[in-house]
């Protein structure tokens, strides 16, 4: 694979390094439940798929915080949210129809049936957040931040700085 990539970039890659690496490295192995560290990703299952959802494999990291059943009810909801915007096909033809019929004047008036599912979508993270996450130092953020590529979960180190979301709040989280 280095000689194809060494073709690519043009460049010289001199492979009998690679082959001469030393085998008695020792591996170290990573402790299975390691401390949260103050951000986690959930990552996109792509199972199904065309349609969003995420895994619900609880993450060991969590232990101390929420239960497993909290976390899998919490991923239960946002996965059927999305499947809900997503599985309609025929309300978002009907959406796309009414928008070229009055020359995209339609969204401008009404919310399309995708807005409203990702509108309830919000109220249900931030309603998450307010029952599960805040009260144990933690923070859903909105898959639609990232693309739905995944779900990420930030500590919030200081408690009193946690209000309702609006532009003043402060979230810090490492990195």
């Not at 915080?65 to 033809?93: G, T, V």
């Not at 969204?107 to 144990?136: G, H, T, W």
């Not at 990232?146 to 810090?172: G, K, P, T, W």
Request: charged content about 20%.
């Amino acid at each position: 694979m280095l000689a194809r990539l060494s073709f690519v970039f043009g460049e010289d890659i001199n492979l009998s390094e690679e082959e001469n690496m030393d085998e008695s490295v020792q591996v170290s192995y990573v402790p299975a439940a390691l401390p949260f560290t103050g951000k986690l990703r959930i990552e996109r299952d792509y199972t199904l798929g065309e349609y969003c959802q995420f895994s619900m494999e609880y993450p060991s990291v969590l232990q101390e915080k929420i239960s497993q059943s909290q976390f899998q009810e919490s991923m239960s909801k946002i996965n059927l949210l999305l499947y809900r915007a997503e599985s309609n096909r025929a309300r978002h033809s009907l959406d796309h129809l009414l928008a070229c019929l009055t020359l995209y004047t339609f969204p401008l008036c009404f919310e399309s049936f995708y807005q409203k599912r990702m509108d309830e979508l919000d109220q249900a993270i931030q309603a998450e957040n307010d029952r599960v996450y805040a009260p144990v130092g933690l923070k859903l953020w909105n898959p639609k931040n990232y693309a739905f590529l995944y779900v990420s979960f930030c500590q919030i180190y200081d408690l009193h700085i946690h209000l309702e979301e609006s532009l003043n709040d402060i979230y810090i989280c490492a990195a």
